[in-house]
T-cell receptor
Framework: DQQVKQNSPSLSVQEGRISILNCDYTNSMFDYFLWYKKYPAEGPTFLISISSIKDKNEDGRFTVFLNKSAKHLSLHIVPSQPGDSAVYFCAASDNSGGSNYKLTFGKGTLLTVNP | DAGVIQSPRHEVTEMGQEVTLRCKPISGHDYLFWYRQTMMRGLELLIYFNNNVPIDDSGMPEDRFSAKMPNASFSTLKIQPSEPRDSAVYFC?????????????FGPGTRLLVL
């Protein structure tokens, strides 16, 4: 049972345009969400996160939107750059129990930004 | 800080052999996580430690897998005996209790191939 789903295995956009990566989750107990970026032969690196008490968080070119009622979040990259080409993972955690720091990951979306 | 360090980066072994993967977390981090990444299952959590104590090993696939954390700066993941289906990339990650504690920092991974 996949609790975090990234239904698009790949996405291709032109440099300078907006990239939108989507993520859906099924566990209503998830209260913290993160996006990680991964280059080949490297470990995932933290990109941006959002708590369930917010619906938007912005950091430079990256914005994460959270729609709790739809159990959906998205990552917007504007403008997209060739260096953004990587696999993007959505992750979620349930901290309602007080001390649970497990992350559940989606399977990732390969973003290719064409010059 | 050098970040999370993993060794070896690549390991090729034959079925039935013992494999030991090593991890040095970021200094001062309280949590250490072991993940496995495969095409079929994506990134899945195997086990995590808090202050060197195993907290949740429900993701460990079977008794052939074991993990230890003898001190705050070192952890091992051992597979004995190894099987071809264990071939995957194994990541170690660490995080720090407090604000942003959900953010995990990943090592570069160990790519394991069992022939």
């Amino acid at each position: 049972d996949q609790q975090v789903k990234q239904n698009s295995p790949s996405l291709s956009v032109q440099e300078g345009r907006i990239s939108i990566l989507n993520c859906d989750y099924t566990n209503s107990m998830f209260d913290y969400f993160l996006w990680y970026k991964k280059y080949p032969a490297e470990g995932p690196t933290f990109l941006i996160s959002i708590s369930s008490i917010k619906d938007k968080n912005e950091d430079g070119r990256f914005t994460v939107f959270l729609n709790k009622s739809a159990k959906h979040l998205s990552l917007h990259i504007v403008p997209s750059q060739p260096g953004d080409s990587a696999v993007y993972f959505c992750a979620a955690s349930d901290n309602s129990g007080g001390s649970n720091y497990k992350l559940t990951f989606g399977k990732g979306t390969l973003l290719t930004v064409n010059p | 800080d050098a970040g999370v360090i993993q060794s070896p980066r690549h390991e090729v072994t034959e079925m039935g052999q013992e494999v030991t993967l090593r991890c040095k977390p970021i200094s001062g981090h309280d949590y250490l996580f072991w993940y496995r990444q495969t095409m079929m299952r994506g990134l899945e959590l195997l086990i995590y430690f808090n202050n060197n104590v195993p907290i949740d090993d429900s993701g460990m696939p079977e008794d052939r897998f074991s993990a230890k954390m003898p001190n705050a700066s070192f952890s091992t993941l051992k597979i004995q005996p190894s099987e071809p289906r264990d071939s995957a990339v194994y990541f170690c990650a660490s995080s720090q209790l407090g604000i942003g504690q959900e953010t995990q920092y990943f090592g570069p991974g160990t790519r394991l191939l069992v022939l």
